[in-house]
């Protein structure tokens, strides 16, 4: 991929450009957990976005997607966002590093990318982060890394009508090798934790669906959450957020709330304590009890907080069948991908026989997308 970037910017701009690169993420496990005020435990993988850059002596940036083969030119004022979506994200982290006080001027860019666009792996938090590292860097800006993350997240609320966390920005900022990192959504803390799967592989299965009822259960869910939480809070004013709550205080309130509500605000404490279980378990190397509390998530998502579908459960159910040592669903739910922590030596036969069962099922092939826990943002 470096190669053909340079050669293109070679043909382009007629010299080399310097290289950065940073990469999608996945989410070990903490799901719905962020507008709880809970952790998530994502790391950046070996997937991700390549791009070559040089500042140019103008006032326009100069950009180059191989995988769109599409050139575009904007100017860096408000008034000048390209009619190109893929091109607003960079667009967007250019004036978002300028609107924190940061230099942008003309640049040439050309880059390419190999995180599979929509499928939950988030290649356009790759994207932002590549570009907010690379002009932090080229312009010397000195803006600190989670206000990096940030200008990736204020990209998607701005340019792409995209209202995300900070998760994924996060990730792929801070993301190192054989890392993964506890973020905790209320306060932003966040610890690196050991992922040395050496044994292991982690793969993504894609069920190639999406269906139609994600926003609006999403909404549904988090007034679920908000309820619970209230109902806890007249007897436990310190409870902020849901993911405060301890689960006897849950239990308390039982009585008082839907037990629609009680059954998300349990999925929700539980999957908290699973985050908190799973660190535990790394820094022993203990993966059995890892891919223990994957698959608890993926009950808890399922059964209590409802945002599982039949593909999704199909693949779980198989991953148990063929010994897999973790499986749930990652991302919101509805469709996508499960993430899977899979032995070295039932791998191939894992991954055969998920394919074969599911193509059958369904009619149509789920994706394979083997990942490695890999560096973030970083310049080449
Ligand atoms: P994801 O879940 O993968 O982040 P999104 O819809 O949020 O999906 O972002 C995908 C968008 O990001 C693409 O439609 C495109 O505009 C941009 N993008 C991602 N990767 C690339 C790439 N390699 N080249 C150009 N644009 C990209
Ligand atoms: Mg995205």
Not at 109 to 132: I, K, N, R, W
Not at 192 to 203: N, R, S, T
Request: aromatic residues 12%.
């Amino acid at each position: 991929m470096k190669e053909k970037i340079q050669e293109k910017f070679k043909t382009l701009f007629g010299e080399e450009g310097i290289l950065y690169a940073s990469a999608g993420r996945i989410n070990l496990i903490g799901e719905h957990t962020d507008y709880n005020g809970g952790y998530v435990f994502p790391g950046a993988i070996d997937k991700g976005i390549v791009a070559a850059l040089s500042v140019n002596g103008t006032q326009k940036v100069k950009l180059f997607s191989l995988d769109y083969d599409e050139y575009v030119e904007f100017g860096l004022n408000e008034e000048d966002k390209p009619a190109q979506q893929w091109a607003c994200y960079v667009f967007g982290v250019c004036r978002e590093t300028i609107k924190r006080g940061g230099k942008v001027e003309g640049f040439n860019a050309v880059f390419a990318g190999d995180v599979p666009l929509g499928a939950g792996l988030s290649s356009s938090a790759a994207l932002e982060s590549t570009f907010a590292f690379a002009l932090n860097d080229i312009f010397g800006n000195n803006i600190d890394k989670f206000e990096l993350a940030k200008i990736g997240q204020s990209t998607e609320h701005n340019y792409c009508g995209v209202k995300c966390g900070i998760m994924d920005q996060f990730a792929s900022v801070f993301g190192k090798k054989d890392q993964l990192i506890r973020l905790n959504c209320k306060t932003l803390e966040y610890k690196y934790f050991p992922f040395d799967a050496k044994g292991y592989k982690l793969v993504l299965i894609d069920s190639c669906v999406k269906h139609e009822l994600a926003s609006s259960a999403y909404n549904k869910r988090r007034a679920s959450c908000e309820n619970a939480a209230a109902a806890i809070r007249r007897n436990h004013p310190e409870v902020e957020f849901l993911s405060d709550a301890k689960r006897v205080w849950l239990d308390e309130v039982r009585a008082d709330i839907p037990e629609e509500d009680f059954l998300r605000a349990e999925y929700v404490i539980g999957e908290v304590q699973r985050v908190l279980d799973v660190c535990d378990a790394l820094e022993r190397g203990d993966f059995k009890t890892v891919g223990e509390m994957m698959y608890q998530t993926h009950f808890g998502m399922s059964r209590l907080y409802e945002v599982s579908c039949e593909e999704l459960d199909f693949l779980n159910k198989l991953a148990r069948k063929c010994d897999v040592t973790g499986s749930r669903v990652m991302g919101g739910g509805f469709g996508g991908c499960t993430i899977n922590l899979v032995k070295d030596e039932i791998y191939d036969s894992f991954i055969d026989t998920a394919v074969k069962e599911f193509t059958a099922k369904f009619g149509h092939a789920p994706k394979v997308y083997p990942v490695v826990i890999s560096d973030g943002a970083r310049r080449l």
